[in-house]
């Protein structure tokens, strides 16, 4: 078991953090007098609940978790950020990531003066754990996994994921944003296994709430309460809060949605593969798919021009030709393959 503490920055560890007047006083009481609000403009008038508790019991019940299991964030790149500010000593430490894999981690940690360290994927988009492993030195503190992976929409196998966990003395984050499409079920019953494991999901792409910036982190109590720790005291607002009790009780619907873009997604995945220009659909976990084409730039170009917005991934490590495709509504995928077929068909004239 790893002790957290030893791999906190020093200055984290001795942080004295801020104390909110909603963190000093928590029981029942009718008159707030205690932290400077405006007694007008019930309910906006109050500062949210720091910790979101009751956010955090509903959570807790969806997923099977313990309430101290779960960090709340603004998006998930809220967590990713303080895990940098929290265990990274800039300029000094490192971290280990997957490539290609999303663009967020190496964003935090340059914002952080964090070197990446990236291994390369297998061919066929597969872990290299050897090379993983390998990569680790006593400066390595986190090591990002995403699975399904973005760009490449496949999982990786849960022996392979254990196995690095294992291994390694620093945290593994593993981002499972794309986990409610996927056929294989999340790491999160491995949680209590691993001290040193942070999962991450998120309400913006199978709960379809991008637009609200809920983020969630599942780990051991002590990782939690760092993270806590670094904060922002109110990182997430009233309005927030309050959308995320309402969706927890309309799982039904997160469900249905998830359904019907699997099944768009083998739809697609199938009329895709019988364009000419189509080189390779790769198979996808996720809500999105990789498509290896003749000319991925100007197919890029031809569907801006149409007004169809895809993502080009053609310059990223082993995606060369790549487009990642979102599967979108029945009737936008149906504009998609329309404006591909006429593509097709300028391009053999
Ligand atoms: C979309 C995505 C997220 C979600 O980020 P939020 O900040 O929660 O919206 C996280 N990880 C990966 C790999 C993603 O593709």
């Known amino acids: 078991m790893t002790d957290i503490r030893t791999l906190l920055r020093k200055n984290i560890a001795n942080l004295k953090p801020y104390s909110s007047a909603r963190h000093e006083f928590t029981g029942e009481a009718s008159v707030f007098l205690d932290a400077n609000e405006n007694p007008y403009n019930h309910p906006y008038n109050r500062y949210p609940d720091p910790l979101q508790m009751r956010l955090k019991k509903a959570i807790a019940d969806l997923k099977q978790v313990d309430e101290s299991q779960i960090f709340l964030g603004n998006g998930s790149d809220e967590p990713i950020d303080l895990l940098f500010r929290a265990f990274c000593e800039p300029g000094v430490d490192n971290v280990v990531s997957i490539d290609p894999t999303y663009g967020m981690y190496q964003v935090a940690a340059d914002i952080n003066d964090i070197a990446v360290r990236r291994v390369l994927l297998t061919e066929h988009f597969g872990l290299d754990v050897k090379g993983i492993l390998n990569a680790i030195d006593e400066h390595t503190k986190l090591l990002f996994i995403c699975s399904p992976n973005n760009p490449s929409g496949n999982c990786f196998d849960e022996s392979e994921l254990v196995e690095i966990i294992k291994h390694f003395k620093g945290i593994v984050v593993l981002d499972e944003a794309y986990i409610d499409f996927a056929p294989g079920k999340s790491l999160l019953s491995q949680l209590t296994n691993f001290d040193n494991l942070v999962i991450l999901q998120t309400f913006s792409k199978a709960w379809g709430m991008a637009g609200i910036r809920l983020g969630m982190a599942f780990a051991s109590k002590n990782i939690v309460e760092v993270l806590n720790t670094v904060k922002y005291p109110y990182n997430l607002n009233m309005l927030t809060q309050q959308a995320g009790l309402e969706l927890v009780e309309k799982e039904a619907d997160k469900v249905a949605w998830v359904k019907q873009i699997l099944q768009e997604r083998e739809r697609l995945s199938g009329r895709l ?59 936008e995928n149906n504009q998609l393959l329309a404006e591909l077929e006429k593509y097709e068909k300028n391009e053999i004239k």
Request: glycine share 8%; hydrophobic share 40%; charged share 25%.
């Open 273 to 331: 593969k019988s364009l000419d220009f189509v080189e390779k659909v790769y198979p996808s976990d996720a809500n999105f798919v990789l498509v290896k084409v003749r000319n991925p730039k100007g197919i890029y170009s031809f569907l801006v021009g149409k007004g169809i917005i895809v993502r080009d991934r053609s310059s990223v490590a082993l995606c060369q030709g790549c487009l990642r495709i979102t599967i979108g509504t029945k009737d």
